[in-house]
């Protein structure tokens, strides 16, 4: 009776046309949309952690019970974004954030080079694993979840913990544990059948109600960008309007859920595409699922937002958006102040700010319309391909599968995000 019930949504939100018997007919063949939910993962997502780091994740990820590999993913990619040179305005230090007085009593000599250096990874990520499962095991007594006593005893110290019996009532420490907790699903690899997202649908919607708009390489919809729209612009947007905000940049919403395999694939969720496919801090495009192997996306430059499809060689994975994860991530259009500084970003914003100032016109669009964070990560050159563009919404079709007349003019081939 639910499953009707959520079919009955779906044709309600989305229509009679095209999308709508797409997007129902893929719900359909998935299945049984209430049962078979995830069980506990047992490692990491597909290129979730940078291919330099997974193996030493993996390994002191599993130091101690309370500690996971994607509980210890989550941490470093909340303190550094996986940068190992990122320095914070508190004077915390590499990938994994540590203060000079913190690194001096618990940072170890992961790799036997007999230095101990809070620059180098190999050192980093040991040190913050066995900080970890030091602090658990002053806690191991409390009452409680293990982990999330131990992440509590990590941002307000054991003390805290072991006096309140459990996480204190400080609501920086609580939102710190939840933090972690809601990301850590985005860095582990789903052991079972993920459940569908409420608000797909919705958000499939606002997307194609976009269809048609011209591309604008930094554009989030706004009135003095006409509405335009890169092409994380579009997704961020398109989930604001179901309530869940999205990081601005491509590689950040990323991990904003749990990732479906290929195979598993829902309208609503995520796609994501890179030349590097072994870690999703190179991923440089995103579009929306809709089902039948297509997606809707802004491409590049030049084009419109349109269908395209999802099975091309540079295809990275996908993201099956949660308000839990999505909560987690760094807020939309902050990353720069809660993240620790990357002097390479910085230097690149300071250059492009200088170039705004000029009139300087990047990549055949004004400056102004785009933001520091996607220069640095959806910059890019012109797309390989494409074909004609998607005029407008397409008419109805009478089969949930994509037919030639149904997607005449949806681009072929790979994308370059501008």
């Known amino acids: ?16 046309g095209f999308v709508a018997l797409l997007v129902v007919g893929v719900f359909v063949v998935a299945g049984n949309l209430t049962g078979g939910g995830a069980g506990r993962a047992t490692g990491l997502a597909k290129g979730s952690v940078p291919a330099a780091y997974q193996a030493l994740v993996q390994k002191w990820g599993n130091l101690c019970p309370a500690l996971t590999p994607a509980l210890l993913a989550s941490q470093l990619y909340q303190e550094s974004g996986f940068n190992p040179r990122a320095r914070s305005a508190a004077a915390a230090e590499g990938i994994a954030q540590f203060i000079p007085s913190t690194w001096a009593s618990h940072g170890v000599d992961g790799d036997k080079d007999g230095v101990r250096d809070v620059w180098n990874p190999a050192d980093a990520i040991p040190s913050a694993a066995s900080y970890d499962c030091e602090l658990a095991s002053y806690v191991k007594n409390v009452p409680g979840d293990q982990s999330a006593n131990m992440l509590a005893a990590y941002n307000a110290g054991p003390d805290a913990v072991i006096r309140y019996g459990g996480i204190p009532p400080y609501s920086e420490t609580r939102n710190y544990v939840k933090t972690i907790r809601g990301l850590e699903e985005s860095f582990s690899a789903p052991a079972g059948r993920l459940q569908p997202s409420e608000q797909a649908a919705a958000a499939i919607s606002y997307a194609q109600g976009k269809l048609g708009t011209p591309y604008l390489w930094g554009g989030t919809g706004t009135a003095a960008q006409r509405g335009r729209f890169d092409c994380s612009g579009l997704t961020q947007a398109a989930y604001e309007s179901v309530g869940i905000d999205l990081p601005r940049v491509a590689n950040d919403q990323y991990n904003a859920g749990p990732h479906p395999a290929r195979n598993e694939l829902l309208p ?5 595409f890179s030349d590097d496919l072994s870690n999703s801090r190179a991923i440089r495009h995103v579009g929306i699922y809709v089902g039948g192997g297509y997606m809707i996306d802004a491409p590049r430059t030049g084009a419109v937002i349109r269908f395209d499809p999802v099975d091309t060689p540079d295809y990275f994975g996908a993201t099956r958006v949660t308000q839990a994860a999505a909560a987690a991530l760094p807020e939309p259009g902050a990353s720069d102040s809660l993240r620790p500084v990357d002097e390479d970003r910085e230097a690149a914003r300071k250059k492009a700010e200088a170039k705004e100032k000029a009139g300087a016109d990047v990549g055949g669009v004004d400056a102004k319309g785009a933001s520091a964070e996607d220069m640095g990560a959806e910059g890019g050159g012109a ?27 949806a681009g072929v081939g790979p994308r370059r995000a501008d």
């Open 1 to 16: 009776m639910r499953k009707f019930w959520l079919i009955g949504s779906l044709l309600a939100v989305l229509g009679t």
């Open 268 to 272: 609503g969720d995520l796609v994501f």
């Open 383 to 409: 797309e390989a391909g494409g074909g004609a563009a998607v005029a407008g919404e397409p008419s109805g079709a009478a089969s949930p599968s994509p037919g030639a007349a149904a997607l005449a003019g």
